[in-house]
């Protein structure tokens, strides 16, 4: 089972920008699909933004313009740039690995924006 850690969170102020990296133990050409989420207080997990082995990526509406995935395969790590952070942006941010299979976990980096 390949071991996601994720890393990068902190605090930083609104319109500041921090950079998130998940080291995968394994490679993670094995997956579907690599991707962060992200949990907010009293609110559901829900997708930031992914991408797909081979060729694409997906996002929230809400981080579009803000945010970039992307992947050093060589590395087995994937990264999200997030610019521009606003408050809402607060949460604990999770990588995820996906396969037909199943799908896998890291343990959250906190991110919080605030003045």
């Known amino acids: 089972q390949v071991q996601l850690v994720e890393s990068g969170g902190g605090l930083v102020q609104p319109g500041g920008s921090l950079r998130l990296s998940c080291v995968a133990s394994g490679s993670i050409f094995r997956f579907d699909a690599m991707g962060w989420y992200r949990q907010a207080p009293g609110k559901q997990r829900e997708l930031v933004a992914e991408s797909f082995t081979g060729v694409g990526t997906n996002y929230a509406d809400s981080v579009k313009g803000r945010f970039t995935i992307s992947r050093d395969n060589a590395k087995n790590t994937v990264y999200l740039q997030m610019n521009s952070l606003k408050p809402e942006d607060t949460a604990v941010y999770y990588c995820?690995?996906?396969?037909?299979?199943?799908?896998?976990w890291g343990q959250g980096t906190q991110v919080t924006v605030s003045s």
């Open positions: 995820n690995a996906r396969r037909v299979t199943g799908e896998q």
